[in-house]
């Protein structure tokens, strides 16, 4: 029996191919020809999560009569949520927290989610989720600068050509770079250092689309796992024992 786990985000769909808890396959899109690579069969399960609606849309796509989990808050979870609104929680949030206690159990993690959004979240060893902070992901501040001003440029990301990073920045594009990239960076270890503050033993975990800049230039050890989400949809799965 196979597992599948998709994972629709703000900007890309992620399925993973879960064999007796092992990852086998991992998917950065859903197309006519990732779903015949997946030759799905009857006896597979799947759990699907969206930070949007659509997932109607992405059940259409798989063959009818296969064992299909919409991943929700309804479902029993691994770990404990200690915030006050949790019916605002995302879905997205709440999967990569099971996916950080899945990697590194027993342990005080910060859970970094470089993407649209910025999430920084903490779980603790004995498994409740604490919350944290969102920001403003690389694009979302880029963009921002751009639409709620007369002058400034807007800056692609990634970049189409190597770019330097300058500090301090001599023209207006090279301030707009420093400004977020530089300003995001000291913004994790500044988060990072508070909680060490607080967990001399935490851990640092990250994910999401700009995870790979990140992850060499932050000044503290981190593990980067891309397919966070997916461990955690996975690991929900089999705590439901879904049939």
């Known amino acids: 029996m196979r597992n599948i786990v998709v994972d629709r985000g703000n900007t890309r769909t992620k399925i993973g191919v879960f064999e007796r808890g092992v990852l086998t396959a991992h998917y950065n899109e859903l197309s006519a020809i990732v779903l015949e690579q997946l030759n799905i069969q009857p006896a597979d399960r799947i759990m699907a999560s969206s930070v949007g609606p659509g997932l109607e849309e992405v059940k259409a796509l798989f063959p009818d009569g296969i064992a299909w989990t919409n991943f929700d808050r309804s479902l029993n979870l691994p770990v404990k949520l200690d915030y006050e609104t949790p019916e605002t929680l995302g879905v997205d949030r709440i999967a990569a927290a099971v996916g950080a206690l899945t990697k590194l159990p027993s342990t005080n993690v910060l859970v970094i989610d470089a993407g649209s959004c910025i999430t920084m979240d903490l779980v603790t060893k004995d498994q409740v989720f604490h919350g944290g902070v969102i920001s403003p992901g690389i694009r979302m501040r880029f963009k921002s600068m751009h639409v709620f001003t007369d002058k400034l440029p807007q800056i692609d990301w990634p970049p189409m ?59 503290t050890p981190i593990f980067t796992e891309d397919s966070l989400v997916l461990i955690g949809l996975n690991r929900v799965l089999e705590y439901n024992n879904v049939a």
Do not use: W
């Open 161 to 219: 050509d190597e770019t330097t990073l300058t500090i301090p920045g001599l023209s207006t594009q090279q301030c707009m770079r420093a400004g977020v990239l530089k300003g995001i960076q000291y913004e994790m270890e500044g988060y990072v250092r508070h909680y060490s503050g607080l967990y001399p033993d935490l851990k640092v975990i990250m994910t999401g689309g700009d995870a790979q800049y990140f992850e060499n230039i932050i000044n």
